[in-house]
């Protein structure tokens, strides 16, 4: 793989850019399963324009959000597209064909979707380049490489803050239940708020459920509740506080300090877990 990275690094303009645009897609894909695509567009010298001239018109066609890289051999152009699937890809690339139309040559394009963060940029483009160097220009030719397609897991966190064992044991068997084929929901218990606080188990980039008690011996939900919200990534935990007090004084208390949700004892845990199911089913 050293030797692919060389020879990458010595043919693509502004290596240095493309790997940081990759490590943030990645990121995207870790924490949201959001997919991108790398798309690789053949260049021909029997175009009635230039290399650089048709690079040009095909970043010209491109969203914002997207970006092109030049090829040193001159024979392709390499292109990531964010929030794109193989679909939105397979438009783009139509868009670019009307356009190249007075070139009066046939679009040749390679197409990978990355739907996990599984595989290195240099083996990505190793493929590419491959594939669409085995293309010619004897009709339209639009290839879909399915290798990088493969759903990565999501990871949820799941913390359950709450002193009474009992109370522990059916909530952790609740989200233990609730695993899905895209979602992995790693769950801890903690017996009161200082020890939840003290850890660094919410410190990660992943998405984050709380399951809050209120009343519990060090450091009470609403301290919890406050700590958590002052963060500076603090949209990422879903707060689900959990009281005895059914006075409107308490609900609103908690839901002005950002709790998302405020379940009063005793409540129907079916009520419970689609609330759960729902956040689920919109994080993926």
Do not use: C
């Not at 939105?88 to 990978?112: D, H, N």
């Not at 996990?116 to 590419?128: C, Q």
């Not at 980039?205 to 011996?217: F, S």
């Amino acid at each position: 793989m050293k030797e692919t990275e060389n020879q990458f690094s010595n043919s693509v303009e502004n290596l240095q850019n493309l790997k940081h645009l990759y490590d943030l897609q990645l990121t995207y894909i870790r924490k949201k399963g959001i997919h991108f695509t790398f798309v690789f567009v053949k260049y021909s010298d029997e175009m009635s324009v230039s290399y650089e001239e048709f690079y040009q018109l095909v970043k010209e066609n491109l969203r914002k959000s997207d970006f092109a890289f030049s090829h040193q051999s001159k024979q392709y152009i390499i292109l990531v597209l964010s929030i794109s699937k193989s679909m939105e890809s397979k438009s783009f690339l139509g868009r670019l064909q009307t356009a190249m139309s007075p070139f009066k040559m046939p679009l040749v394009a390679v197409i990978a979707e990355i739907a996990n963060s599984l595989h290195p940029l240099e083996e990505i483009l190793e493929v590419g380049e491959e594939e669409v160097m085995s293309l010619d220009f004897s009709d339209t030719q639009i290839v879909v490489i399915p290798q990088f397609m493969e759903k990565e897991r999501i990871k949820m966190k799941v913390s359950i803050i709450e002193n009474d064992h009992i109370t522990q044991s059916i909530f952790s068997n609740l989200f233990h239940n609730l695993e899905t084929a895209e979602q992995d929901l790693e769950v801890r218990v903690f017996n009161d708020g200082l020890e939840f606080i003290e850890s660094d188990w919410y410190r990660s980039e992943h998405h984050h459920i709380i399951v809050l008690n209120d009343i519990l011996p060090r450091k009470n939900g609403f301290e919890v509740l406050h700590y958590l919200r002052g963060l500076p990534n603090e949209q990422k935990y879903l707060i689900l506080f959990i009281s005895s007090r059914n006075s409107e004084e308490a609900q609103l208390y908690s839901f002005e300090n950002g709790a998302d949700a405020y379940f009063v004892r005793p409540f129907n845990l079916k009520i419970f877990e689609i609330r759960i199911k729902n956040h689920l089913r919109r994080s993926r």
